[in-house]
């Protein structure tokens, strides 16, 4: 399957555009993603094709919210704008980003430093039949 940006923005996906994105328009959260994916794919060109979506959607998924703990760490915890509220976001929130990217990151290493797809089983049932002389 070819992943697109819709594929991961809500309701299908985890990316929530106006809250994680607040100063891009839809079309830049979009190439944004699209980036992230291109990115993704470059990475995984030597893994087994059943694995490959898997891998870049972890890689797009650690990008994005690698992208967003970048933001809110680099900026004040609280702001006021004119017209247009606050916002408030505790240490808890900011780090659960980076959690969130990291837990994301280790799914992407796991898919590509195994040559087993971690998509199916690790065991397999094998019949065998046994005849005794």
Known sequence: MALTAGYFIKPQG???PRSMFPG???????TRLETYIADGNSRTTSLDA???DLAVSAWVYYRAFL???IELSGNPASAAQADQGSTLYT????QNFKD????FLKDFEGYVTSEVPLNLPLSRSVSHRIAYN
């Open 50 to 52: 059943s694995i490959v």
């Open 24 to 30: 891009e328009s839809e079309a830049e959260v979009n």
């Open 100 to 103: 969130m990217s990291d837990a």
């Open 91 to 94: 240490q808890y929130q900011i």
């Open 67 to 69: 992208a967003v703990w």
């Open 14 to 16: 985890l990316i929530e």
